[in-house]
């Protein structure tokens, strides 16, 4: 069974600096990979998705993956206090459409 | 294009009370998901369907859980006796034929 960790479990940043997040999975045949941003009491919103080694930017989001070391990481670039929010990582399995996500990191923006 | 819609935001209920979870998709959206996201947690699939049919169910605690889409739009989850446990938010998600998943705002449940 798939198996998905985040760390760090929370990150404090000033706006301007750059942010990483990472994720590990453990099934090694995964091939979908997603970042969400969930802000309180509101539903996902999909920033990135990656499904081939290397890097996929979208805007301000950048994530990386690396399937042999078994981990995708989120960078977010110039965040703002509006980025403050909840980060999650999704894996799609190959043989299910439902995804798997981790605990999430909880980042926090200060001006 | 309206986004997923699920009602109602919230409800707070008994031990013991049963209640209706309602979702409508994005038009033309083939595939719909519920998931359960208890407080500081992930979401955790609970059940999809493809069109009417149910995919996949085996996360969902059948004892007390119940999920239909009769025509393969909307959807209601059902709880017949709410526990405790069951405090979470409930959030539904649709897409097109397995692509990119869509979340609605969900409906937070507490259990008393």
């Known amino acids: 069974q798939q198996k998905v960790q985040q760390s760090p479990e929370s990150l404090t940043v000033s706006e301007g600096a750059m942010a990483s997040l990472n994720c590990t999975f453990s099934d090694g045949t995964s091939n979908n990979f997603r970042w969400y941003r969930q802000h309180s009491a509101k539903g996902l919103e999909v920033l990135v998705s990656?499904?081939?080694?290397g890097e996929k930017e979208e805007g301000r989001f950048t994530a990386h993956l690396n399937r042999a070391n078994l981990h995708v990481s989120l960078h977010i670039r110039e965040p703002q206090p509006s980025d403050s929010a909840v980060y999650l990582c999704a894996v799609r399995n190959n043989y299910a459409q439902g995804l798997t996500f981790g605990l999430g990191t909880r980042v926090s923006v200060f001006p | 294009e309206a986004g997923v819609t699920q009602s109602p935001r919230y409800a707070v209920l008994q031990e013991g009370q049963a209640v209706s979870f309602w979702c409508d998709p994005i038009s033309g959206h083939d595939t719909l998901y519920w998931y359960q996201q208890p407080r500081d947690q992930g979401p955790q699939l609970l059940v999809y369907?493809?069109?009417?049919?149910?995919?996949?169910n085996s996360q969902l605690p059948s004892d007390r859980f119940s999920a239909v889409r009769p025509k393969g739009t909307n959807s209601t989850l059902k709880i017949q006796s709410a526990k405790q446990g069951d405090t979470a938010t409930y959030l539904c998600?649709?897409?097109?034929?397995?692509?990119?998943?869509?979340f609605g705002p969900g409906t937070r449940l507490t259990v008393l």
């Open positions: 998600a649709s897409s097109f034929r397995g692509r990119e998943q869509y």
């Open positions: 369907f493809r069109d009417e049919a149910v995919i996949d």
């Open positions: 990656i499904f081939s080694d």
